[in-house]
């Protein structure tokens, strides 16, 4: 079975341009969550779905970020405008019900110039 | 409310010896799960191991083992004989059952790097 699938692997993005990631969760796994890792304050949560639904988005930093999850193979967390600060390495995970492992993505490592 | 500290920010051992990675968590629930990833140079987040708080058993995986005290609220993790292919990022993580959510906590990590 394929792993939690991230893309794109790296971006590199001028201020006030718009980003979007993606993220493929493991098939079958119902929760997926969105990290960011910064050398400042390491692993956060950002968002959280379940069954295609946001159910904690209190890790959110601010109304540049928005997640969506139209389906249950396909998620997006986009930044619009970015900005600097925002560079970090965003993991998407999932997990299942019955699992409680969360499995984590390649990561993608966003550099906002 | 949850915390996992690992006060060990950095290691360095010489490759063949031992070293044990501390972990340290508070939580209200009683049920719970706790996690060990590792995070090599490359930057991926592997899943090692998790626990649930209800099984004490200490658990041993090839050069890997891990103890689990309630008592002291500690799950530590050992690498016995160590390789410099365990040079890396180890982050223990704690997930409280209760919120029926399955988030992760992170601790700040401990980074191991073993000289050859």
């Known amino acids: 079975d394929a792993g939690v699938i991230q893309s794109p692997r790296h971006e590199v993005t001028e201020m006030g341009q718009e980003v979007t990631l993606r993220c493929k969760p493991i098939?079958?796994?119902?929760?997926l969550f969105w990290y960011r890792q910064t050398m400042m304050r390491g692993l956060e949560l950002l968002i959280y779905f379940n069954n295609n639904v946001p159910i904690d988005d209190s890790g959110m930093p601010e109304d540049r970020f928005s997640a969506k999850m139209p389906n249950a193979s396909f998620s997006t967390l986009k930044i619009q405008p970015s900005e600097p600060r925002d560079s970090a390495v965003y993991f998407c995970a999932s997990t299942g019900q019955y699992t409680d492992t969360q499995y984590f993505g390649p990561g993608t490592r966003l550099t906002v110039l | 409310a949850q915390k996992v500290t690992q006060a060990q920010t950095e290691i360095s051992v010489v490759e063949k010896e031992d070293v044990t990675l501390d972990c340290v968590y508070e939580?209200?629930?009683?049920?719970?799960?706790l996690f060990w990833y590792k995070q090599p140079p490359s930057g991926e987040l592997v899943f090692l191991i998790r626990?649930?708080?209800?099984?004490?058993q200490n658990e041993i995986s090839g050069r890997y083992s891990w103890n689990f005290q309630k008592s002291t609220s500690s799950f530590n993790f050992t690498i016995t004989a160590s390789q410099v292919v365990d040079s890396a990022v180890y982050f223990c993580?704690?997930?409280?059952?209760?919120?029926?959510?399955?988030?992760?906590?992170f601790g700040t990590g401990t980074r191991l790097t073993v000289i050859p």
């Open positions: 939580t209200r629930d009683t049920t719970y799960y």
């Open positions: 098939s079958g796994h119902d929760y």
């Open positions: 993580a704690l997930s409280e059952v209760g919120t029926g959510a399955n988030n992760l906590f």
């Open positions: 626990r649930n708080s209800f099984d004490e």
